[in-house]
Structure formats: structure tokens, C-alpha cells
Nanobody, 123 residues
Framework: VQLQACGGGLVQEGGSLRLSCRDS????????RAWFRQAPGKEREFVAG????????SYADSVKGRFTISRDRLKNTMYLQMNSLKPEDTAVYYC?????????????????WGQGTQVTVSS
């Protein structure tokens, strides 16, 4: 398995979680990476993306100001710090590695995916 995500769980509204995702492919440190999520009955959606160097980040409007994406290129690991969680953040969260160096919001630009980790926010 190339990508392994972890850190999900059950948290109360207003709480925090930190997801992490390690990519075992060494050369992926030169690729953009992103987090997507999929709630029951809904399509998979972009959450946050980060460019190859970590200097460029982008967020879905629904998570701006609450979530922070980061990466450690030496460890080939990406993180998603989620604060002020809301029930509508409940979903399976997937990490992905892009073909290119800049993150995009389109899932088709990411050929490599992790297995997903469940995040449940109770009200």
C-alpha cells in the first residue's frame, strides 16, 4: 500500500483531530498532495491541497479557517489539522498524491489514493 492514512475517530462538535498520511513512494515528495472526503450519499469532494514544496496551499470554502494542511517532505508525510469540527465534517477522509507539483481540486488529477479514515463529529 503506497498511501496510509490514520488519525480519524469520533469527536464532539467543536473538537479537533489531526490526520496524517504517509506516502511510501520516495519520489512522491516532489508531487502535490491533497485531502478529499466523502460523506454518505454524497460525492467525494476536495478538502485541502498542498504543493510540492509545501509553500502553496488551498482549501475548500467550507473548511477555510478551521483546517490546516501541511507536509513533511523528509518524512513523506502529509497532515490535516482539523479544528472547530462540525457534524457536517463527518465523512471518510482520503489522502491522495497528484501527478503534478501543484494541487488541484479535481480527483482525476490524483492517481494515488489512501484507504480512507473515518471522521465522525457528534453534535
Amino acid at each position: 500500500v503506497q498511501l496510509q492514512a490514520c488519525g480519524g475517530g469520533l469527536v464532539q462538535e467543536g473538537g479537533s483531530l489531526r490526520l496524517s498520511c504517509r506516502d511510501s513512494k520516495r519520489t512522491s515528495s516532489n508531487n502535490a498532495r491533497a485531502w478529499f472526503r466523502q460523506a454518505p450519499g454524497k460525492e467525494r469532494e476536495f478538502v485541502a491541497g498542498i504543493g510540492w514544496s509545501g509553500g502553496s496551499t488551498s482549501y475548500a470554502d467550507s473548511v477555510k479557517g478551521r483546517f490546516t494542511i501541511s507536509r513533511d517532505r523528509l518524512k513523506n508525510t502529509m497532515y490535516l489539522q482539523m479544528n472547530s469540527l462540525k457534524p457536517e465534517d463527518t465523512a471518510v477522509y482520503y489522502c491522495a498524491t497528484a501527478r503534478g507539483i501543484w494541487a488541484t481540486v479535481q480527483s482525476r488529477d490524483y492517481p494515488y489514493w489512501g484507504q480512507g479514515t473515518q471522521v465522525t463529529v457528534s453534535s
